[in-house]
């Protein structure tokens, strides 16, 4: 199973990308559409800024695209599986696939893009209350 220190754990999860405890997203459940990709500013654990820089997650385009991708071939594999569909069913599953999994996908894009740029430290909860103890001293 997926655990925390794996990145897939973070990428799937939602997860801060530096200590895996707690999600990126203010709201759990990603099908609450106003609330999808609204996040915390930072992680409450390590300190993390999760907008590391103006339009980051602009990046994220690119990795959205190609999980759209994957979830389409996927879906046309599965159709195929049980049935020989038309071309018009096959259009209809993936367009439906494609909506139905939009939410999940967009924050996917995200949770991956971070992942690229940021990584997983073990010690990073300790490190940053270590840090914040120095600052009021
Ligand atoms: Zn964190």
New binding site residues.
Partial sequence: MLKKGNILYSMFFGK?P??H??SMYVEKNSYKLATTLKMNKK?S??G?RYHIEPGFFDGAMYVSYALGIAFSVAAFVLANLFFTPTVWQTFGIITLTMIVLMPLMARMARSIWINMFVHYDKN?VQKYKESQKNNFR
Wanted: net charge negative; charged share 30%.
């Fill in positions: 801060c530096k200590c405890e707690e992680c654990s390590c993390q990073a």
